[in-house]
């Protein structure tokens, strides 16, 4: 059929038709909100490059919850800024270190929120590398271990989910080992499988003060160049034990979304990561952009691309929108 017999306005002409064909929806149950959490009471922190966004204390965290509970996100990702640093990334795996306290709050106050965690040295190394160093160089083999006990330790003082975001090799299997041999097999692994080195992180190393002291994180991160090494990337983490595959950043890669969600049958994940929500942000207080209208847009290309699961600063703002 063609024009003129075939004329795709016609589902255009109103909203309800329009609604009617609409082949992609957003769904607040499906965002996961990132939350920074630092040491102190009653601290509430704007983070300068992340408009919205704040470091808030432990004591905070029940509020925070409530508020995304309400406006039904129930998902969130906890990020620490230690006390201390040093290192071996020590605080990362500390029974009482800031994430664990922060899981143990969430889980005590606001039980029905699912609490997933990062699992990464960089916020507790010294150095600020995503694991520890031998001769200057991130150390694959020694790093898995330090990984391994700070997800059993998330697990241990109650999180839902662990997320390594390391891009170490291998490090899925050792995590899911360390989880099945304490008892925690019912703990799903959502694996940041497809991990860019990629500068859109610039907001977030502020807000977390996780910035690399020396060189930079291209000897883990992969090559924003590359896409078939993104399948390969994903089927070992599929084979180690991952319940969830994540690319990030999402926007510049919606073409590894996709491919990821033709190839592998797990769920996916995208993170919409703290500079392209800085984008948006910066644009739309320039009064250059419709900001609301951009972020609605930018969220359901991740969507159209194929992630099930989106991870973004816009967790709230969306679902508000999405309330009308
Ligand atoms: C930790 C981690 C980073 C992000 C999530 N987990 C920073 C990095 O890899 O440098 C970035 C998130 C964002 O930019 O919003 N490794």
Same mark, same amino acid.
């Given at each position: 059929?063609?024009?003129?017999?075939?004329?795709?306005?016609?589902?255009?002409?109103?909203?309800?038709?329009?609604?009617?064909?609409?082949?992609?929806?957003? $769904?607040?149950?499906?965002?996961?909100?990132?939350?920074?959490?630092?040491?102190?009471?009653?601290?509430?922190?704007?983070?300068?490059?992340?408009?919205?966004?704040?470091?808030?204390?432990?004591?905070?965290?029940?509020?925070?919850?409530?508020?995304?509970?309400?406006?039904?996100?129930?998902?969130?990702?906890?990020?620490?800024?230690?006390?201390?640093?040093?290192?071996?990334?020590?605080?990362?795996?500390?029974?009482?270190?800031?994430?664990?306290?922060?899981?143990?709050?969430?889980?005590?106050?606001?039980?029905?929120?699912?609490?997933?965690?990062?699992?990464?040295?960089?916020?507790?190394?010294?150095?600020?590398?995503?694991?520890?160093?031998?001769?200057?160089?991130?150390?694959?083999?020694?790093?898995?271990?330090?990984?391994?006990?700070?997800?059993?330790?998330?697990?241990?003082?109650?999180?839902?989910?662990?997320?390594?975001?390391?891009?170490?090799?291998? =490090?899925?299997?050792?995590?899911?080992?360390?989880?099945?041999?304490?008892?925690?097999?019912?703990?799903?692994?959502?694996?940041?499988?497809?991990?860019?080195?990629?500068?859109?992180?610039?907001?977030?190393?502020?807000?977390? $003060?996780?910035?690399?002291?020396?060189?930079? =994180?291209?000897?883990?991160?992969?090559?924003?160049?590359?896409?078939?090494?993104?399948?390969?990337?994903?089927?070992?983490?599929?084979?180690?034990?991952?319940?969830?595959?994540?690319?990030?950043?999402?926007?510049?890669?919606?073409?590894?979304?996709?491919?990821?969600?033709?190839?592998?049958?797990?769920?996916?994940?995208?993170?919409?990561?703290?500079?392209?929500?800085?984008?948006?942000?910066?644009?739309?207080?320039?009064?250059?952009?419709?900001?609301?209208?951009?972020?609605?847009?930018?969220?359901?290309?991740?969507?159209?691309?194929?992630?099930?699961?989106?991870?973004?600063?816009?967790?709230?703002?969306?679902?508000?929108?999405?309330?009308?």
């Amino acid at each position: 059929m063609v024009f003129p017999e075939y004329r795709p306005r016609r589902m255009r002409k109103n909203a309800a038709l329009r609604a009617l064909i609409r082949e992609n929806r957003l $769904d607040a149950s499906q965002f996961i909100y990132p939350l920074f959490v630092m040491p102190g009471k009653n601290k509430r922190e704007a983070i300068g490059s992340m408009p919205g966004v704040y470091r808030v204390s432990v004591d905070q965290l029940a509020r925070e919850a409530r508020e995304c509970l309400e406006l039904g996100v129930n998902s969130v990702i906890l990020f620490g800024l230690p006390e201390k640093k040093d290192a071996m990334g020590s605080g990362a795996h500390a029974k009482n270190g800031i994430v664990q306290q922060a899981i143990r709050e969430l889980k005590n106050k606001a039980p029905e929120m699912t609490v997933v965690t990062d699992v990464c040295l960089c916020e507790y190394t010294d150095h600020g590398h995503c694991g520890c160093l031998i001769n200057k160089a991130v150390d694959n083999d020694a790093t898995l271990e330090i990984l391994a006990k700070t997800a059993l330790s998330h697990a241990e003082a109650g999180a839902d989910m662990v997320a390594p975001s390391d891009m170490m090799d291998g =490090r899925v299997a050792e995590i899911r080992a360390a989880l099945d041999e304490h008892g925690h097999e019912g703990i799903p692994i959502m694996s940041y499988a497809v991990k860019y080195a990629s500068a859109f992180y610039g907001p977030f190393r502020d807000a977390a $003060d996780c910035a690399p002291q020396f060189g930079d =994180r291209r000897g883990y991160q992969m090559d924003p160049a590359n896409s078939r090494e993104a399948l390969r990337e994903a089927t070992l983490d599929v084979d180690e034990g991952a319940d969830i595959l994540m690319v990030k950043p999402a926007v510049a890669y919606l073409d590894i979304i996709s491919k990821l969600r033709d190839e592998f049958d797990l769920p996916i994940a995208a993170y919409h990561v703290s500079g392209e929500y800085a984008m948006i942000k910066a644009a739309a207080e320039k009064g250059w952009i419709d900001g609301e209208r951009v972020m609605e847009e930018t969220l359901l290309s991740i969507r159209r691309a194929g992630a099930d699961i989106i991870v973004t600063y816009f967790a709230k703002d969306m679902a508000r929108l999405l309330r009308g």
